[in-house]
């Protein structure tokens, strides 16, 4: 669930997260090496924070993926962090548990008139075990959680981003139920994402607001909401990037809830990430 580390997994989780390096005045012009085709990335995380939601009950993550680009504009990638939300929503069934998230993502991306266009597919896959099938339409109505219904998490999101200069807009439709939640297929989410270098210690500026729109009302409950984040990165070298932010929601506690926290709180957050 991407979670503000990559893209929603991904693209645009990297992008928040991501500084760009100043520029070095040097005698010399220096010749870097072509990274080639394949991209490597790991992050240490405070928390996995997706669309504004823990996906881990507040504690740390660690998270990593890579991404294959070819010079047509076509690309593939995966991207994986640990999580603990399915096994936190079943507390009174501790066995049920998907301790790992795995994005697969594919698409294309292209420039038109300065205009950066990105679209493709993301499949949301967890390693579940123990997950109780789906049940009917009156228990899902007084269950009281999003996954005491027993729909499998697993979601598939069709996706367009628009990038000029240092905004992204971006669009994901849900094609099958949206992690979990009941006759949720057709879910929507629109990502306004904001990535300013300073040109001042290699420091961006971040500033993001997200909103997601579910319809389905089956257990009475609203879960639908609007997330935002503001924040700074600042490039390492070497391919560290560190960064700061504060993240919000105005998520309802009866609909993402855990243990007797709301999953959307407002809070700090901090990542250390190491591209290769």
């Known amino acids: 669930m991407k979670k503000y580390i990559a893209i929603t997994a991904i693209a645009a989780a990297s992008a928040l997260m991501m500084g760009n390096s100043l520029a070095q005045t040097a005698p010399a012009a220096e010749v870097k ?3 080639g085709p394949v991209t490597a990335n ?3 995380a405070s928390d996995y924070r997706y669309r504004g939601i823990t996906q881990g009950n507040f504690r740390p993550a660690l998270q990593g993926g890579f991404d294959y680009a070819h010079e047509s504009g076509f690309y593939i990638g995966n991207w994986n962090s640990s999580i603990s939300w399915l096994s936190d929503g079943y507390g009174s069934n501790p066995a049920v548990s998907a301790p790992i998230e795995m994005d697969f993502y594919g698409g294309y991306k292209t420039e038109v008139a300065g205009v950066a266009l990105d679209g493709g597919l993301l499949q949301y896959y967890y390693s579940t075990k ?3 099938g789906s049940t009917t339409v009156a228990t899902c109505k007084t269950a009281g959680s999003r996954n005491a219904c027993g729909v499998n998490p697993n979601t598939t999101e069709a996706y367009f981003a ?6 992204m807009l971006k669009y994901s439709y849900a094609l099958t139920d949206l992690f979990g939640i009941y ?3 057709g879910a929507s989410y629109i990502d306004l994402a904001l990535n300013y270098d300073t040109g001042f210690e290699g420091i961006t500026l971040n500033g993001h607001v997200g909103r997601q729109m579910i319809s389905t009302k089956t257990d009475g409950v609203d879960y639908s909401y609007t997330d935002w984040k503001i924040g700074l990165t600042k490039d390492l070298g070497k391919g560290l990037n560190v ?3 504060y993240i919000g929601t105005n998520a309802k506690q009866a609909a993402y809830y855990v243990g007797t926290k709301n999953s ?4 700090g957050f901090i990542s250390l990430t190491k591209t290769f």
Do not use: E, H, I, R
């Not at 628009?162 to 905004?167: G, L």
């Open 130 to 132: 123990n997950m109780p």
């Open 243 to 245: 960064a700061v932010a």
């Open 162 to 167: 628009a990038t000029y200069q240092f905004a």
């Open 264 to 267: 959307g709180q407002g809070t």
């Open 33 to 35: 090496p072509d990274p």
């Open 183 to 185: 006759d949720s297929k």
């Open 42 to 44: 790991v992050t240490l």
